[in-house]
């Protein structure tokens, strides 16, 4: 079945799919696998989402599975699979992971449990169930819905990558993909991950910003000492380090180490994200109007800027405080920034910073970094993609040129070298990362409908998929 018909009735097919119940049971049978990737003891686990659920689904939608130990020696296996129809036809790549963070089961409300569905209105409760279980069973159902109202013909080749280690940045993903990069050749990337700008705005991102994650330490001596016998006199580690943090991020949240700000604001960024609004959802925070850079929207802020935030600071003993005075502090801080920042001069940044401000003993260290990547918003597919999303929901999709937060897209968009698609079916107040991690049905049915038109419209115009190349 063809045309205008058989796309609905594939749209049609995904809908009736989660009215009847069969989506929620594929959910509640991947959240109850307790795959925590920042638990050594669950390790067995990730192995066994890849083996048991997610390839033989595969299996029945025609690819073929490969299980690759990881390459940076942890235990978080990945799986590779290919659906081959032609060499003269476009291949699309997409991308999941099944790891989700730690349940945190006893601070869950009462009546809700991390590793079982628990569905209350429109809300699905449930441990990875935005993060991404949730998200990449509405793409695999929605892809099953069109391969049947296709009678088993996508007019496509489709390869997946599937990953156990995202939430603990994604290790070996960037090297398997660089060893696998003929294997995973491809025309387009498009997978699910992150939130929405609103649950009721259908929603496309083309990358996202970086994530540098780096610590402040001051360790001035052995043992605590008395803070009346010896204050006044005893230079305070927490007190430098207070002052440190003040004069990298002021009372406002404004960053003040003018080397680590971003570039300025593209008209073209500024375009697309112009009539995005950020926290109208119901249970959003309250946004401050006078937190962050000043002159600037609240999209601008989240999706075009650069932030650092203070994640801990710890010194002396907070739970059980005595009279002395600490020998050490230390600060776990994190920068998100954009395309164009200077990150790979961070540290010496910092500390040149620090220097300058006249604060000394203070430690920097870069622990980690993820690259920001952005694709070009005027690319043919972002235009593609959108029209493809409004023709199914009636909806004007908005466009984000990067996330706000991370995702591992440098892989797919520098080492695979595809042009990148992100379409997420979370929404920004889900608790993501959270107890009381939830869904919206409500977005997963439109998700399933907007996937399964997108699964159809690239079959439909797989000339024009190959004039992109």
Not at 154 to 178: H, M, Q, R, W
Not at 349 to 365: P, Y
């Amino acid at each position: 079945m063809n045309g205008q018909n058989g796309r609905q009735a594939a749209i049609d097919r995904a809908v009736r799919i989660f009215d009847k119940g069969d989506f929620r049971r594929d959910v509640e049978r991947r959240v109850a696998f307790r795959t925590e990737s920042q638990e050594p003891g669950q390790a067995a686990v990730l192995g066994l989402y890849l083996r048991d659920e997610i390839a033989p689904f595969l299996d029945r939608l025609g690819f073929e599975t490969r299980f690759m130990q990881n390459p940076a020696d942890v235990d978080a296996p990945l799986l590779l699979a290919t659906r081959f129809e032609g060499d003269d036809l476009p291949t699309v790549v997409t991308y999941a992971h099944g790891d989700v963070v730690r349940g945190y089961d006893t601070q869950w409300r009462n009546g809700l449990d991390p590793w079982r569905v628990v569905v209350e209105g429109d809300r699905w409760y449930g441990r990875g169930i935005a993060d991404n279980k949730g998200q990449h069973s509405v793409n695999l159902t929605a892809l099953a819905a069109v391969l049947d109202a296709r009678e088993g013909k996508l007019g496509y080749n489709l390869k997946v990558i599937f990953e156990t280690g995202e939430e603990i940045d994604s290790p070996g993903l960037d090297a398997l993909c660089a060893a696998e990069k003929d294997y995973l050749s491809g025309d387009l990337f498009i997978a699910s991950d992150g939130p929405r700008v609103a649950a009721g705005r259908p929603t496309v991102f083309l990358g996202s910003r970086g994530e540098l994650n780096f610590e402040l330490s001051v360790d001035l001596r052995d043992g605590g000492h008395h803070s009346g016998n010896w204050g006044g006199i005893l230079r305070n580690p927490a007190t430098v380090l207070a002052n440190a943090i003040a004069s990298i991020v002021d009372n406002d949240g404004r960053m003040q180490v003018c080397e680590l700000m971003p570039p300025p604001i593209s008209d073209e960024v500024r375009a697309a994200i112009a009539d995005i609004e950020i926290g109208t959802d119901e249970n959003a925070p309250y946004v401050d109007p006078l937190w962050g850079a000043p002159g600037l929207t609240t999209a601008e802020r989240v999706l075009a800027w650069n932030t650092i935030e203070v994640l801990a600071f710890t010194s002396g003993n907070s739970g059980a405080p005595v009279g002395a005075i600490p020998p050490s502090a230390k600060a776990y801080c994190q920068m998100r920034f954009v395309v164009g920042t200077d990150w790979e001069h961070a540290e010496l940044h910092l500390a040149r910073h620090l220097e300058r401000a006249g604060i000394r003993d203070v430690t920097v260290k870069v622990t980690s970094v993820t690259k920001a990547t952005r694709l070009d918003v005027t690319h043919p597919w972002v235009a593609w993609t959108l029209n493809s999303i409004q023709r199914t929901t009636g909806k004007k999709p908005a466009l984000i040129p990067n996330l706000g937060g991370t995702v591992p897209n440098a892989v797919f968009a520098e080492t695979l070298g595809l042009p990148t698609v992100w379409i997420p079916h979370s929404y920004p107040a889900c608790s993501q990362h959270a107890p009381n991690e939830h869904l919206l049905g409500s977005v997963a049915r439109e998700g399933l409908a907007l996937m399964a038109g997108l699964w159809w419209d690239l079959g439909e115009h797989s000339a024009a998929a190959i004039a992109m190349r």
